[in-house]
Each structure stands twice: as structure tokens, then as C-alpha cells.
């Protein structure tokens, strides 16, 4: 069994294939957490101790004994107002005013499979593939009990964290923080490693220590945002790829976060992640319920890569849903960097056209097929297709283009409304906006108040009358604007982030039930909502709105510490870059472009013969690699900050094949030769070069790598087929 209780010393363990997790229920009540690592066996209550500690308060419990305190002692769910004045999961405000909430253990139940969450995303699982712990934590004076829910997925090595916060009081109570994980580290000295950025450049790997005081990152901008990313790992101070002790934390949710890292002044470290507490005051009616979003954990003690394998397969597995899951994906052709708003239904026939020829399998009509939308300044929220910009009905537009056997995709940005739209006129009460302020402008678009369920059903409708007049078969979600104004005319105003958050679920689980065959690609100016909250409902994000090969480099290595490289949506754009107007080789881009879902970015009647060759030759490779890179393991052969080339491979479960890529950053007079090492090979196996013929032991190339080519040009980029022999 993973989940084991032991009933004399109330001692919970979670074991999974290679790590263990346990926590106490002491005699006061309180639920300590023991132990998260690699598997053990004992009881790791022996770890605890008590001293009488200056200034760190006692239950009264306890009584006169002054060694028993919440300020030095691990918790699994710590809360203000019982004397741990480290941060906390929990801040309850009763209806006195007063911050307090005692909770104590009363009890637990273990379920086979795995917990859900109404109205959120969260792992699933199958029965025999996961257990369930619910452990019941109340306060005896508000009636607020607090259900800590732990999924175990076993052979994942994964464990689940969330809590519902149940009022079973007389009175109203104010949940004014929660989180859904918190580990507490006895001993360690501990490096945080999160993921920062901006738009056009998210991701960035930022790797610092963990010391006295505390260190948070979050998002107030009403999504996960492109400054920092809803999942961090905490390593010992010497982790590398390859060894060394790591916790990874990846939040599954879609909006405002909050992770905190703190050592205390006793050396311990507490990392939380859950709710961001700015903007939220979540009030709870007698009888009410509140579901905080899921924190999925793993641990490691065989460096990054390990842990980044096990987060793959647990977001490929798990959190990813529908057709698309482990299936191929069609190569795309978008509209956008090829034309912008400046399109027509001949466009898209051309780019039809040209996508048959190139054998490639999408066109994707983006941005300006609707209503008055000629820039981004007007139109939003009016989703009725302009027929006099196409020159026909989307229905005629669609069939034309299949004809040519090629599929059809379009763009939509549901949230958002122009404030130049005939939805805007209609219904200026349908937009997030404090009574009396002239709203916070973006891009001259409001946000739709998606926290009221008649909001959500016109455009829904609207929508779905879209969607029906042609075989559309992608549709790409966009949100192209941050949150600012938060208030609502219905929804009480602390909960209004959060039912925000909901609303947009809602609205894509409708979609998804209704539209089962479409294939959702997620969508926030790029990657600034690219978390495991709308990989549930997307299996693939556009990884960031900046298509330099270059940067998409660093961005993509830094997504793919959580994300599996068919998340990231990645295109070959035009050169010039239209973001950096750097020039990379077609060859270069289409290296870069195949680390994820692949597709295009450009006008096909702009390149030569020769391009449109590479381009044919791009995606018969692409389609023959793609199911290796679905279902292959990926491991990062170099940090792109600081060496002086990329690379990265895909190794079948089988280790039978394998697919290294490299592109070359640096080029400088008489350069020293740079080798690459191979990962997950089998080390007495002989690989041959699928290419040139060339033949290496694993181990070889394991060991001592592969010289890369001195090419005397910019960007260079390599690519190597291996196959194992018989």
C-alpha cells in the first residue's frame, strides 16, 4: 500500500516507487510533518526535538512546559494565530476580527484512486494507479475544518497536495491566505531555483540560496503571468543534472499565486505554494466550501533530470486530457507573423495553398476574422465572422481549404472586450471595473467578467455559433491583457480573482465536452499562462509570443524543468525576426522549432525553391521524430545562459533510439572545439549515426562526447539520429 497509518503513534507514511513522505498527528493534536525524501523505513519521529526557545510561544496545552512550541516545530499546515510567527498556509478572519484558527487533528480517511477538485484542475489517475489520504484538521472554537487531501500516485513518485477549507461554524469567516503544500526542512542548506521573465522572454532559470528571511514570487496580474512561473525547485546547494537531492513544487492553477521560501532562525527552511493573498478575502457562509488549486511534488536524488522526467510524465500522463494526450500533433501554418491583420479570405487560401505543397497539415486563420477588427484597438467581443473581409462564409472559407487537404484552425480571445464593440456598448456592466474609476487600459481592451455565469454563457454561445459553420479543428485561446480592475457588480469582492479563475475553467471544460476532437492550444501573449492549470484543459501553449531562434533557446530550456517538450508550441518564423530582427538559418530555426509542437510562422511565398525544400524536408523529419519526442525522454546537455552552445536529446523507454540536437551560440577566432556528452544511452550498446553511418558505443558517447564541426558561419545547428544495434 502507498498510504500506511499507524494507529499507536498516529504516524502517516506516502510511499512511492523511490521516496517517502510522513507526518504525525501528535498528542496535542497537531499535525507535524516528519519526513520528505528518498525511501525510508522508520518512524522519523525520532528527528523531532523540543527546547524551551526565548520568545517562541507554548500552546496552552502544554501547560508549564515551555519546550513545546509551533514556532520551531514542522508542520504539514501551519496557521496564524497559535504561535508560529513564520509565514503561514493559513490566515483565518473570524467574525470578531480577530486572525486565529487552532486546528487540530479529528481524524482521516484513505480512498483508492485519486482526489478531484470541483471546478479545478488536478491530477487524475486510475484506481490502480493512485490512493487518496484525507487527513480532518478542525478548530473547535469557529467550526472551520480544513481537509488536507494527499494523492499518491506511486510508481510517478508523485505526491499531490491540497486542503478544502470547510465553515462549519455559526458565523462568517474570511479566509485571507491559503496554500495548498507546505514542507518544512529540519535541517539543509537548500538553493531555490524559479523561473522569471517578461513578454517575448519567459522563463529564465534563476538559480539563488535560501537564506535568513524570506523570498517570494507570485503573480497579482490576474494569470500565472510571464514574470514568474507557478513551479520552483528546491535543491541542496551542489544539485546538478545528474546528482544531488531536489524538490520540485508545480502549482496547478492558472491565476494570481504565491510561493514563499524562509529559513528561520533556527536553520529550518519552509517553502509554501498556494493563493496569492493580494486581492483575496475569500468570505465562507456557514455551510460553505473552498478548494485551494493542487500542488504536485517529487523529489529526486539523482539531480534535475530525473526530476524533470518525472514532472513529464506526470503532466503527459496525468494533467494533459483528451485526443491529443500522446498523439501526434498536425504541423501548423499561422496567419500571423505572416500577415497580421492585414488578410483576406485569398490570404488564407494562398497560405492553404502553400501548406498542401509544403506537406504541411494546418493553416490557422489568427487575429482579425471578426466583427469590426482591422488592429487591436476595436472588435473584441463581437464574434460574428466578417464575410465581407473573407469574401465568403466561414463555412465556404473552411470546405475550400479542406478540399486542399489541409485542415483549418482559427483564433479566439474570449475574456476580452474592445471598449469599440458593439458587446461593450450593449453591456458596459459586463467588464471588471471599480464603480466611479475610469479603468486601467491595455491594448484599448477590457476584461469580461468571467466570474458571472451570464457572461460566460453569451460569449460561450457566441462562440460555439462560430465553431459550428465549418470542420474547425484547432482553436487557439489567447488573453492578451492583464487584470487590474478587480470588482465585480455580482461577485463579493474578495473572491473575485479566484471565481474569475473558475469561470475560465468552466468555459473551456464546456468547450472540451462540446468539442472533443478540437485540439485547444493555450495562449496568453505567448507564454504568460503557460502553467499545468490550462495544460488540463490544452495540451499545448504557445511558448512565448518571441520566435528568435536564439531566445526561444533559453526559453524553451527553462520550460522544459516542468513541462514536456509537447507542451511548448514552437514555430520557424521569418528572418529577419520580427521581435529582435536577428537573421538565423532556416536550417537553425527549424532545429530550434522541432524542441516542441512544430509548426510555422511566415509567408511560404516569400522563400526560394531551395527553402521550400528545407521547409518539405522539416516536416517529413519532424513527423518521423515526433512520436520519439512524445514519448521519449528528454534531458537538457547544456545550460544555454552560460555555455557556449545548446543541446538537447530525445531517448526512447527502450533506449533503442535517440535524436541529439545542438546549435551552436558563440563563434570567435581559433576556438577551442566544443563536445557534447550524451545522456540515458545504454552504455555497452553500439549506436549508428542514422546519417552518415558512423558507429559509438553508449558509453562513448556518454563518456566522452561528440566534437561539434567548426563551421566558420553564425548558428550553426546540428542534428544526429542514432539507432541501437542489433
Same mark, same amino acid.
Given at each position: 500500500?502507498?498510504?500506511?497509518?499507524?494507529?499507536?503513534?498516529?504516524?502517516?507514511?506516502?510511499?512511492?516507487?523511490?521516496?517517502?513522505?510522513?507526518?504525525?498527528?501528535?498528542?496535542?493534536?497537531?499535525?507535524?510533518?516528519?519526513?520528505?525524501?528518498?525511501?525510508?523505513?522508520?518512524?522519523?519521529?525520532?528527528?523531532?526535538?523540543?527546547?524551551?526557545?526565548?520568545?517562541?510561544?507554548?500552546?496552552?496545552?502544554?501547560?508549564?512546559?515551555?519546550?513545546?512550541?509551533?514556532?520551531?516545530?514542522? =508542520?504539514?499546515?501551519?496557521?496564524?494565530?497559535?504561535?508560529?510567527?513564520?509565514?503561514?498556509?493559513?490566515?483565518?478572519?473570524?467574525?470578531?476580527?480577530?486572525?486565529?484558527?487552532?486546528?487540530?487533528?479529528?481524524?482521516? &480517511?484513505?480512498?483508492?484512486?485519486?482526489?478531484?477538485?470541483?471546478?479545478?484542475?488536478?491530477?487524475?489517475?486510475?484506481?490502480?494507479?493512485?490512493?487518496?489520504?484525507?487527513?480532518?484538521? *478542525?478548530? @473547535?472554537?469557529?467550526?472551520?475544518?480544513?481537509? %488536507?487531501?494527499?494523492?499518491?500516485?506511486?510508481?510517478?513518485?508523485?505526491?499531490?497536495?491540497?486542503?478544502?477549507?470547510?465553515?462549519?461554524?455559526?458565523?462568517?469567516?474570511?479566509?485571507?491566505?491559503?496554500?495548498?503544500?507546505?514542507?518544512?526542512?529540519?535541517?539543509?542548506?537548500?538553493?531555490?531555483?524559479?523561473?522569471?521573465?517578461?513578454?517575448?522572454? *519567459?522563463?529564465?532559470? =534563476?538559480?539563488?540560496?535560501?537564506?535568513?528571511?524570506?523570498?517570494?514570487?507570485?503573480?497579482?496580474?490576474?494569470?500565472?503571468?510571464?514574470?514568474?512561473?507557478?513551479?520552483?525547485?528546491?535543491?541542496?546547494?551542489?544539485?546538478?543534472?545528474?546528482?544531488?537531492?531536489?524538490?520540485?513544487? !508545480?502549482?496547478?492553477?492558472?491565476?494570481?499565486?504565491?510561493?514563499?521560501?524562509?529559513?528561520?532562525?533556527?536553520?529550518?527552511?519552509?517553502?509554501?505554494?498556494?493563493?496569492?493573498?493580494?486581492?483575496?478575502?475569500?468570505?465562507?457562509?456557514?455551510?460553505?466550501?473552498?478548494?485551494?488549486?493542487?500542488?504536485?511534488?517529487?523529489?529526486?536524488?539523482?539531480?534535475?533530470?530525473?526530476?524533470?522526467?518525472?514532472?513529464?510524465?506526470?503532466?503527459?500522463?496525468?494533467?494533459?486530457?483528451?485526443?491529443?494526450?500522446?498523439?501526434?500533433?498536425?504541423?501548423?501554418?499561422?496567419?500571423?507573423?505572416?500577415?497580421?491583420?492585414?488578410?483576406?479570405?485569398?490570404?488564407?487560401?494562398?497560405?492553404?495553398?502553400?501548406?498542401?505543397?509544403?506537406?504541411?497539415?494546418?493553416?490557422?486563420?489568427?487575429?482579425?476574422?471578426?466583427?469590426?477588427?482591422?488592429?487591436?484597438?476595436?472588435?473584441?467581443?463581437?464574434?460574428?465572422?466578417?464575410?465581407?473581409?473573407?469574401?465568403?462564409? !466561414?463555412?465556404?472559407?473552411?470546405?475550400?481549404?479542406?478540399?486542399?487537404?489541409?485542415?483549418?484552425?482559427?483564433?479566439?480571445?474570449?475574456?476580452?472586450?474592445?471598449?469599440?464593440?458593439?458587446?461593450? @456598448?450593449?453591456?458596459?456592466?459586463?467588464? %471588471?471595473?471599480?464603480?466611479?474609476?475610469?479603468?486601467? @487600459?491595455?491594448?484599448?481592451?477590457?476584461?469580461?467578467?468571467?466570474?458571472?455565469?451570464?457572461?460566460?454563457?453569451?460569449?460561450?454561445?457566441?462562440?460555439?455559433?462560430?465553431?459550428?459553420?465549418?470542420?474547425?479543428?484547432?482553436?487557439?485561446?489567447?488573453?492578451?491583457?492583464?487584470?487590474?480592475?478587480?470588482?465585480?457588480?455580482?461577485?463579493?469582492?474578495?473572491?473575485?480573482?479566484?471565481?474569475?479563475?473558475?469561470?475560465?475553467?468552466?468555459?473551456?471544460?464546456?468547450?472540451?465536452?462540446?468539442?472533443?476532437?478540437?485540439?485547444?492550444?493555450?495562449?496568453?501573449?505567448?507564454?504568460?499562462?503557460?502553467?499545468?492549470?490550462?495544460?488540463?484543459?490544452?495540451? =499545448?501553449?504557445?511558448?512565448?509570443?518571441?520566435?528568435?531562434?536564439?531566445?526561444?533557446?533559453?526559453?524553451?530550456?527553462?520550460?522544459?524543468?516542468?513541462?514536456?517538450?509537447?507542451?511548448?508550441?514552437?514555430?520557424?518564423?521569418?528572418?529577419?525576426?520580427? =521581435?529582435?530582427?536577428?537573421?538565423?538559418?532556416?536550417?537553425?530555426?527549424?532545429?530550434?522549432?522541432?524542441?516542441?509542437?512544430?509548426?510555422?510562422?511566415?509567408?511560404?511565398?516569400?522563400?526560394?525553391?531551395?527553402?521550400?525544400?528545407?521547409?518539405? &524536408?522539416?516536416?517529413?523529419?519532424?513527423?518521423?521524430?515526433?512520436?520519439?519526442?512524445?514519448?521519449?525522454?528528454?534531458?537538457?546537455?547544456?545550460?544555454?545562459?552560460?555555455?557556449?552552445?545548446?543541446?538537447?536529446?530525445?531517448?526512447?523507454?527502450?533506449?533503442?533510439?535517440?535524436?541529439?540536437?545542438?546549435?551552436?551560440?558563440?563563434?570567435?577566432?581559433?576556438?577551442?572545439?566544443?563536445?557534447?556528452?550524451?545522456?540515458?544511452?545504454?552504455? *555497452?550498446?553500439?549506436?549508428?549515426?542514422?546519417?552518415?553511418?558512423?558507429?559509438?558505443?553508449?558509453?562513448?558517447?556518454?563518456?566522452?562526447?561528440?566534437?561539434?564541426?567548426?563551421?566558420?558561419?553564425?548558428?550553426?545547428?546540428?542534428?544526429? &539520429?542514432?539507432? @541501437?544495434?542489433?
Amino acid at each position: 500500500m502507498a498510504i500506511r497509518y499507524q494507529f499507536e503513534n498516529r504516524i502517516f507514511t506516502l510511499d512511492t516507487a523511490h521516496t517517502s513522505y510522513q507526518m504525525k498527528a501528535d498528542d496535542y493534536g497537531f499535525l507535524l510533518h516528519l519526513y520528505y525524501g528518498a525511501r525510508v523505513y522508520g518512524n522519523m519521529d525520532y528527528l523531532l526535538t523540543c527546547y524551551d526557545r526565548g520568545f517562541s510561544g507554548n500552546p496552552s496545552d502544554a501547560g508549564n512546559d515551555r519546550t513545546y512550541s509551533m514556532d520551531a516545530l514542522p =508542520q504539514e499546515y501551519p496557521v496564524m494565530g497559535v504561535g508560529d510567527f513564520r509565514n503561514n498556509a493559513l490566515i483565518i478572519r473570524n467574525v470578531d476580527g480577530s486572525d486565529c484558527c487552532d486546528l487540530r487533528y479529528v481524524g482521516h &480517511e484513505t480512498k483508492k484512486g485519486k482526489y478531484g477538485l470541483p471546478g479545478l484542475p488536478a491530477v487524475y489517475a486510475d484506481c490502480g494507479e493512485a490512493e487518496t489520504l484525507e487527513v480532518y484538521l *478542525e478548530d @473547535r472554537i469557529s467550526g472551520v475544518r480544513v481537509t %488536507l487531501l494527499y494523492g499518491v500516485l506511486e510508481e510517478a513518485d508523485i505526491i499531490t497536495r491540497s486542503a478544502v477549507i470547510e465553515n462549519r461554524g455559526k458565523d462568517c469567516v474570511t479566509v485571507e491566505k491559503a496554500a495548498s503544500a507546505c514542507l518544512d526542512f529540519l535541517t539543509g542548506s537548500f538553493d531555490m531555483l524559479s523561473f522569471y521573465g517578461r513578454h517575448t522572454m *519567459e522563463r529564465n532559470l =534563476q538559480r539563488q540560496e535560501i537564506r535568513h528571511g524570506a523570498y517570494a514570487i507570485g503573480s497579482r496580474r490576474g494569470a500565472s503571468s510571464h514574470q514568474y512561473n507557478p513551479a520552483v525547485i528546491v535543491a541542496d546547494r551542489h544539485t546538478t543534472e545528474e546528482s544531488g537531492r531536489c524538490y520540485g513544487l !508545480l502549482f496547478v492553477y492558472s491565476g494570481n499565486f504565491l510561493c514563499e521560501a524562509e529559513k528561520d532562525q533556527y536553520d529550518q527552511t519552509r517553502v509554501l505554494m498556494g493563493l496569492q493573498d493580494d486581492l483575496f478575502h475569500y468570505p465562507l457562509e456557514p455551510g460553505e466550501k473552498l478548494a485551494i488549486p493542487e500542488t504536485v511534488l517529487s523529489f529526486s536524488d539523482q539531480g534535475f533530470g530525473t526530476l524533470s522526467t518525472r514532472f513529464h510524465r506526470c503532466i503527459g500522463g496525468h494533467i494533459c486530457r483528451g485526443r491529443y494526450r500522446n498523439a501526434p500533433r498536425p504541423v501548423l501554418l499561422n496567419s500571423w507573423e505572416t500577415a497580421y491583420f492585414s488578410f483576406d479570405g485569398s490570404t488564407i487560401l494562398k497560405l492553404a495553398k502553400s501548406a498542401a505543397d509544403l506537406g504541411i497539415d494546418m493553416i490557422v486563420m489568427d487575429d482579425g476574422w471578426f466583427g469590426k477588427r482591422e488592429d487591436d484597438n476595436s472588435g473584441l467581443g463581437d464574434w460574428q465572422v466578417n464575410e465581407k473581409k473573407l469574401g465568403c462564409t !466561414l463555412h465556404e472559407l473552411t470546405e475550400k481549404v479542406n478540399r486542399l487537404g489541409v485542415k483549418f484552425g482559427i483564433w479566439i480571445e474570449p475574456e476580452m472586450v474592445s471598449e469599440d464593440s458593439e458587446l461593450y @456598448r450593449a453591456h458596459p456592466d459586463w467588464i %471588471l471595473q471599480i464603480p466611479g474609476r475610469e479603468p486601467v @487600459r491595455c491594448r484599448n481592451q477590457l476584461v469580461l467578467d468571467f466570474s458571472r455565469a451570464e457572461v460566460r454563457d453569451h460569449i460561450f454561445g457566441q462562440i460555439c455559433g462560430i465553431l459550428d459553420q465549418g470542420k474547425i479543428e484547432y482553436v487557439k485561446w489567447d488573453m492578451n491583457r492583464s487584470i487590474v480592475d478587480v470588482y465585480s457588480m455580482e461577485t463579493c469582492q474578495g473572491k473575485v480573482t479566484y471565481d474569475y479563475m473558475l469561470g475560465v475553467y468552466d468555459f473551456l471544460e464546456r468547450l472540451l465536452q462540446r468539442y472533443p476532437d478540437i485540439l485547444i492550444e493555450g495562449c496568453s501573449g505567448g507564454g504568460g499562462r503557460f502553467d499545468a492549470g490550462m495544460l488540463y484543459y490544452t495540451p =499545448q501553449i504557445w511558448c512565448s509570443d518571441n520566435t528568435d531562434a536564439l531566445d526561444r533557446l533559453r526559453i524553451q530550456y527553462g520550460t522544459s524543468f516542468f513541462y514536456p517538450a509537447c507542451a511548448a508550441a514552437s514555430h520557424v518564423s521569418a528572418a529577419p525576426n520580427h =521581435q529582435t530582427g536577428r537573421s538565423v538559418s532556416l536550417h537553425t530555426r527549424g532545429v530550434v522549432a522541432m524542441a516542441g509542437a512544430f509548426g510555422y510562422e511566415l509567408d511560404p511565398e516569400k522563400l526560394s525553391e531551395e527553402e521550400k525544400e528545407t521547409v518539405r &524536408e522539416q516536416v517529413w523529419q519532424y513527423k518521423s521524430w515526433e512520436m520519439l519526442m512524445l514519448r521519449g525522454r528528454y534531458y537538457r546537455l547544456s545550460d544555454p545562459f552560460s555555455e557556449s552552445f545548446a543541446a538537447w536529446a530525445f531517448v526512447s523507454e527502450e533506449k533503442d533510439r535517440a535524436l541529439l540536437s545542438v546549435v551552436m551560440l558563440e563563434m570567435h577566432g581559433n576556438m577551442p572545439v566544443s563536445y557534447v556528452k550524451l545522456r540515458g544511452l545504454d552504455p *555497452e550498446s553500439v549506436y549508428r549515426d542514422v546519417k552518415n553511418g558512423g558507429r559509438y558505443y553508449g558509453a562513448d558517447l556518454m563518456e566522452a562526447g561528440l566534437p561539434m564541426p567548426m563551421e566558420l558561419k553564425e548558428y550553426p545547428a546540428y542534428q544526429m &539520429e542514432l539507432m @541501437r544495434e542489433a
